[in-house]
T-cell receptor, first 113, second 113 residues
Framework: GAVVSQHPSWVICKSGTSVKIECRSL??????MFWYRQFPKQSLMLMATSNEGSKATYEQGVEKDKFLINHASLTLSTLTVTSAHPEDSSFYIC?????????FGPGTRLTVT | DQQVKQNSPSLSVQEGRISILNCDYT??????FLWYKKYPAEGPTFLISISSIKDKNEDGRFTVFLNKSAKHLSLHIVPSQPGDSAVYFC????????????FGSGTKLNVKP
């Protein structure tokens, strides 16, 4: 299957700082990538759809100024959590479509202290 | 409002028996459905898909059934193996699967040896 990578796999940061998470499609070009977050024992919640060369589309309730998404190339999308707070601590996962199937990255565990 | 629901948070099955995981959806525009398997701190892994033009799709030990009138799908695993123990998510999409997916809250399957 297709391969999607994420970096870093885990990060700890202090409250008020910003954190950037990278999502790469390794063996295919991804015009669209998706960003999810997952709280413990809860579902994957779609945050936004990242479109190469244009603005991301955010789901209702997701602050676009807090979760900045950039999709500058066909293989890379980045999610920046700005002015992070402890409540932003979560597991962030990206994915991309290859045909009809979505392939997921391994996820990034963010802990804000 | 959650458009995809998995009402059973957990399921325990004896090895060799059948595991049946259920999923309900509310959006009649959904026409493509996926099942994913997820281990802790990892991204989901694609298992099997089904289009709304079918009511059954089989792949080895995994079979997905779709009942469009009831807006219900289920995943059958036969025979269940201890390695199947994981969290299973169903996901649904409109637009033939080439669009964003909405996930259920997951069912944790435990297959006992």
């Amino acid at each position: 299957g297709a391969v999607v990578s994420q970096h870093p796999s885990w990060v700890i940061c202090k409250s008020g700082t910003s954190v950037k998470i990278e999502c790469r499609s390794l063996d295919f070009q991804a015009t669209t990538m998706f960003w999810y977050r997952q709280f413990p024992k809860q579902s994957l919640m779609l945050m936004a759809t990242s479109n190469e060369g244009s603005k991301a589309t955010y789901e209702q309730g997701v602050e676009k100024d807090k979760f900045l998404i950039n999709h500058a190339s066909l293989t890379l999308s980045t999610l920046t959590v700005t002015s992070a707070h402890p409540e932003d601590s979560s597991f962030y996962i990206c994915s991309s479509n290859r045909g009809r199937e979505q392939y997921f990255g391994p996820g990034t565990r963010l802990t804000v202290t | 409002d959650q458009q995809v629901k998995q009402n059973s948070p957990s399921l325990s099955v004896q090895e060799g028996r059948i595991s049946i995981l259920n999923c309900d959806y509310t959006n009649s525009m959904f026409d493509y459905f996926l099942w994913y398997k997820k281990y802790p701190a990892e991204g989901p892994t694609f298992l099997i898909s089904i289009s709304s033009i079918k009511d059954k799709n089989e792949d080895g030990r995994f079979t997905v059934f779709l009942n469009k009138s009831a807006k219900h799908l289920s995943l059958h695993i036969v025979p269940s193996q201890p390695g199947d123990s994981a969290v299973y998510f169903c996901a649904a999409s409109a637009g033939g699967g080439f669009n964003k997916f909405y996930f259920g809250s997951g069912t944790k399957l435990n297959v006992k040896p």
